[in-house]
């Protein structure tokens, strides 16, 4: 037997009241009635006033449904993640009674209730439908914030805080140690001190290969270039000697 509850329509919050719709509840016809898409609640009440209510967060899924195979008219398809009926009910007293374990076994399960809302205007399913995004829209699921915490979960690595444990012998394992340009110099070992030896003598080397173009004095034997430009050497010194220097 379908759950329907002596309820006060919504008064405040309403997006869309539709009029003469149908609600078919896990395939049972329970009549023609009101649909009320409110911001907290989405509701439905037949001419008697009795109906029920749910709540935007049960709500799994919601659609326009046009394929008439599957259902004779087009309507608003709505899952919800609960049973509505007396024997739900009474199943969920009986839960509450479990231990975990077996309420954790009746959540796996995932019991689900179909609903379709076949309002007389079909013209009215896109305002329906869209109605039921806006007000679903302001009620997200709170797992899907937790995931989003859930994304970072490290801890940010303080130096100088590691630096003090490991002072106290607080710390296991190897901590990064930072040194200035002087006591790197000094943890060098002697084969390290060689190689940098060496590599400084070249790098000295380099700068002291002045390359020299149009006269200018270099410290290179050779007069030739890398772009295959040569100049005589013997021709460089006073080259510049007879120009005519505007005073």
Same mark, same amino acid.
């Given at each position: 037997?379908?759950?329907?509850?002596?309820?006060?329509?919504?008064?405040?919050?309403?997006?869309?009241?539709q009029?003469?719709?149908?609600?078919?509840?896990d395939?049972?016809?329970?009549? /023609?009635?009101?649909?009320?898409? /409110?911001? /907290?609640?989405?509701?439905?009440?037949?001419?008697?006033?009795?109906?029920?209510?749910?709540?935007?967060?049960?709500?799994?899924?919601?659609?326009?449904?046009?394929?008439?195979?599957?259902?004779?008219?087009?309507?608003?398809?709505? @899952?919800?993640?609960?049973?509505?009926?007396?024997?739900?009910?009474?199943?969920?007293?009986?839960?509450?009674?479990?231990?975990?374990?077996?309420?954790?076994?009746?959540?796996?399960?995932?019991?689900?209730?179909?609903?379709?809302?076949?309002?007389?205007?079909?013209?009215?399913?896109?305002? @329906?439908?869209?109605? @039921?995004?806006?007000?679903?829209?302001l009620?997200?699921?709170?797992?899907?914030?937790?995931?989003?915490?859930?994304?970072?979960?490290?801890?940010?690595?303080?130096?100088e805080?590691?630096?003090?444990?490991?002072?106290?012998?607080?710390?296991?394992?190897?901590?990064?140690?930072?040194? !200035?340009?002087?006591?790197?110099?000094?943890?060098?070992?002697?084969?390290?001190?060689?190689?940098?030896?060496?590599?400084?003598? @070249?790098?000295?080397?380099?700068?002291?290969?002045?390359?020299?173009? /149009?006269?200018?004095?270099?410290?290179?034997?050779?007069?030739?270039?890398?772009?295959?430009?040569?100049?005589?050497?013997? !021709?460089?010194?006073?080259q510049?000697?007879?120009?005519?220097?505007?005073?």
């Amino acid at each position: 037997m379908v759950v329907l509850k002596s309820l006060p329509p919504p008064s405040e919050g309403v997006r869309l009241q539709q009029a003469d719709t149908t609600a078919v509840l896990d395939g049972k016809r329970l009549g /023609a009635g009101t649909l009320f898409v /409110a911001e /907290a609640h989405l509701s439905w009440f037949d001419g008697s006033g009795m109906g029920f209510c749910l709540e935007y967060p049960s709500i799994s899924l919601h659609a326009i449904s046009r394929d008439l195979s599957a259902f004779p008219e087009e309507h608003l398809y709505v @899952m919800v993640n609960a049973k509505l009926d007396d024997e739900a009910e009474a199943e969920a007293e009986q839960q509450d009674k479990a231990s975990d374990d077996e309420e954790s076994d009746s959540e796996d399960s995932g019991t689900i209730t179909e609903i379709r809302f076949v309002p007389s205007d079909k013209s009215a399913l896109e305002p @329906m439908f869209s109605s @039921m995004c806006d007000c679903q829209a302001l009620h997200p699921d709170p797992d899907d914030a937790d995931t989003d915490d859930d994304d970072y979960e490290g801890e940010e690595y303080d130096v100088e805080e590691a630096e003090q444990e490991q002072g106290r012998g607080l710390v296991q394992g190897d901590v990064p140690t930072f040194y !200035t340009y002087e006591e790197g110099l000094s943890h060098l070992t002697a084969e390290g001190q060689a190689t940098l030896e060496r590599l400084e003598g @070249m790098l000295a080397q380099s700068v002291a290969q002045q390359y020299h173009m /149009a006269g200018v004095r270099t410290d290179v034997p050779s007069a030739e270039f890398e772009d295959g430009m040569e100049v005589d050497s013997n !021709t460089v010194t006073g080259q510049f000697d007879d120009a005519d220097v505007d005073h």
